[in-house]
């Protein structure tokens, strides 16, 4: 029998967004908006966030014009003074918003703050390319949020705000994705034409990144895609000495047993001395059979690889060396990933 605190124990180390939204929305998105009290202009910038269990979104947006109605909205709504209405003119509007999936009722859980000192919470649902949320503030007021994917790199939104004297204050937007931020989870690719790998010979080369020991059996997506959000807050760093601004999954095996280390980073040239948290390992030199694939479809691909294809190839597959996926620049989200097999180099046909 649970006792009272185990029953209402709160949820534990839920798991990582991996639903198609939140890989879709990640990225830096520029836009323009008006209404009939206003307009304005700004980017948002929206990662994954606390071992991606969260996606954080940072706005900032200049007011191109205001209206006498919108500021009397503000004033009303927002409780603003006619001297933060004028600093809200010459500074513009700055917002930070969490969200994330309650994992009892499935809806998107939301939290607004904003330079207005304004506060919200909100709560709504996805459904096929559209989300639609319900915001409700710390100073009475309510409004519903309605942002749909258009394509792959635009988005509308449009928010309806209740007034007092029982109209509705609309405002409408578009916004086009300006930058892809990295996440391997995140990438929509064409799948490849065919199944059949290149035989290449690559020299070895150096990878820095996070390291992570690995176990049969906790290879998840889950998994992957929390190592890829701690990645993304070194990214930049990494960047800096990168040599093809291109990204490495190198799975180096490590025991009989099917323990690896899984290296997410990037090819750098030598760096001394290696930034704290951060570490470098070498990918020998080797032969390897290439196999292109979109991201979702990795799964799938290796179990094709050593499945179908080990056993009729003639190729024996060297299990001494690392394998590892090479993604593409985050800003090319057409190329395919390309997974590296080790191969011994003599043929039995």
Request: proline share 7%; charged share 25%.
């Given at each position: 029998?649970?006792?009272?605190?185990?029953?209402?124990?709160?949820?534990?180390?839920?798991?990582?967004?991996?639903?198609?939204?939140?890989?879709?929305?990640?990225g830096e998105w520029e836009g323009s908006g008006e209404s009939d009290t206003g307009q304005g202009k700004g980017v948002e910038r929206?990662?994954?966030?606390?071992?991606?269990?969260?996606?954080?979104?940072?706005?900032?947006?200049?007011?191109?014009?205001?209206?006498?109605?919108?500021?009397?909205?503000?004033?009303?709504?927002?409780?603003?003074?006619?001297?933060?209405?004028?600093?809200?003119?010459?500074?513009?509007?700055?917002?930070?918003?969490?969200?994330?999936?309650?994992?009892?009722?499935?809806?998107?859980?939301?939290?607004?703050?904003?330079?207005?000192?304004?506060?919200?919470?909100?709560?709504?649902?996805?459904?096929?390319?559209?989300?639609?949320?319900?915001?409700?503030?710390?100073?009475?007021?309510?409004?519903?949020?309605?942002?749909?994917?258009?394509?792959?790199?635009?988005?509308?939104?449009?928010?309806?705000?209740?007034?007092?004297?029982?109209?509705?204050?609309?405002?409408?937007?578009?916004?086009?994705?300006?930058?892809?931020?990295?996440?391997?989870?995140?990438?929509?690719?064409?799948?490849?034409?065919?199944?059949?790998?290149?035989?290449?010979?690559?020299?070895?080369?150096?990878?820095?990144?996070?390291?992570?020991?690995?176990?049969?059996?906790?290879?998840?997506?889950?998994?992957?895609?929390?190592?890829?959000?701690?990645?993304?807050?070194?990214?930049?760093?990494?960047?800096?000495?990168?040599?093809?601004?291109?990204?490495?999954?190198?799975?180096?095996?490590?025991?009989?047993?099917?323990?690896?280390?899984?290296?997410?980073?990037?090819?750098?040239?030598?760096?001394?001395?290696?930034?704290?948290?951060?570490?470098?390992?070498?990918?020998?030199?080797?032969?390897?059979?290439?196999?292109?694939?979109?991201?979702?479809?990795?799964?799938?691909?290796?179990?094709?690889?050593?499945?179908?294809?080990?056993?009729?190839?003639?190729?024996?597959?060297?299990?001494?060396?690392?394998?590892?996926?090479?993604?593409?620049?985050?800003?090319?989200?057409?190329?395919?990933?390309?997974?590296?097999?080790?191969?011994?180099?003599?043929?039995?046909?």
């Amino acid at each position: 029998m649970k006792t009272t605190t185990e029953a209402k124990r709160p949820m534990f180390n839920p798991p990582p967004l991996d639903d198609d939204w939140s890989r879709w929305i990640v990225g830096e998105w520029e836009g323009s908006g008006e209404s009939d009290t206003g307009q304005g202009k700004g980017v948002e910038r929206i990662e994954f966030a606390l071992h991606g269990q969260f996606l954080i979104c940072r706005g900032e947006a200049q007011i191109t014009e205001i209206t006498p109605e919108h500021a009397d909205y503000l004033r009303r709504n927002m409780h603003a003074s006619d001297e933060e209405i004028e600093r809200f003119k010459r500074t513009g509007y700055q917002s930070l918003q969490l969200f994330t999936i309650d994992q009892t009722t499935g809806e998107v859980v939301g939290y607004l703050f904003d330079s207005l000192r304004c506060i919200a919470t909100g709560r709504g649902k996805r459904e096929g390319n559209r989300e639609t949320m319900n915001w409700e503030w710390a100073t009475g007021h309510k409004s519903t949020r309605i942002t749909e994917k258009v394509s792959d790199d635009k988005m509308v939104v449009i928010q309806r705000t209740p007034m007092p004297d029982g109209s509705v204050m609309e405002e409408k937007g578009e916004s086009v994705r300006r930058k892809a931020t990295f996440s391997p989870s995140a990438k929509t690719v064409n799948p490849p034409s065919t199944s059949q790998p290149t035989i290449i010979r690559r020299e070895k080369f150096l990878v820095m990144g996070l390291l992570t020991r690995m176990t049969p059996g906790t290879e998840s997506g889950e998994k992957f895609t929390s190592i890829w959000s701690e990645f993304e807050t070194h990214r930049e760093q990494i960047k800096l000495q990168s040599t093809d601004q291109k990204y490495y999954g190198v799975s180096f095996p490590t025991a009989a047993d099917g323990r690896f280390d899984y290296l997410a980073g990037m090819a750098i040239t030598p760096v001394q001395p290696i930034p704290a948290g951060l570490v470098v390992r070498e990918v020998p030199a080797a032969t390897y059979a290439v196999f292109a694939c979109p991201v979702p479809a990795i799964g799938q691909t290796k179990r094709y690889i050593f499945g179908e294809w080990r056993a009729k190839s003639g190729y024996q597959v060297d299990n001494s060396a690392p394998a590892f996926e090479q993604y593409p620049p985050a800003e090319d989200t057409k190329a395919p990933v390309l997974i590296h097999i080790p191969v011994l180099e003599q043929a039995a046909k």
